[in-house]
Nanobody, 132 residues
């Protein structure tokens, strides 16, 4: 059974940092692009950051560029995804979701998608609240 489990969310002040982690297991993720999306109350789920399977390509939403960093560790049995969030702002408040594409899509190992429809596995989400 595929599982993506996020951790690291919490409540912080503006300007603080948080580190989100995601552990993905239950299948082989060779070839999977991975990413983070977020959803604030009353808004659609939006792309935050993504990383190719190779790790050589990353993409960020304009709103988080220069503040957030995505990284991954393609370990043997469990894949780890990290989102380092610095200089947090109140507008970063949302539930953050870890996601992975199905390797059977045959996506290029250097490709990163920003489209929610191109990701197939999702975690349960972790709440990030930033107060001013």
């Amino acid at each position: 059974q595929v599982q993506l489990v996020e951790s690291g969310g919490g409540s912080v002040q503006a300007g603080d940092s948080l580190r989100l982690s995601c552990a993905a297991s239950g299948r082989t993720f060779t070839g999977s692009a991975m990413g983070w999306f977020r959803q604030a109350p009353g808004k659609e789920r939006e792309f935050v950051a993504g990383i190719s399977y190779s790790g050589g390509n990353t993409r960020y939403a304009d709103s988080v560029k220069g503040r957030f960093t995505i990284s991954r560790d393609n370990a043997k049995n469990t894949l780890y995804l990290i989102l380092q969030m610095n200089s947090l702002k109140p507008e970063d408040t949302a539930v953050y979701y870890c996601t992975a594409s199905d390797p059977d899509r045959g996506m290029s190992w250097n490709r990163v998608s920003i489209e929610v429809d191109e990701y197939d596995y999702w975690g349960q989400g972790t709440q990030v609240t930033v107060s001013s």
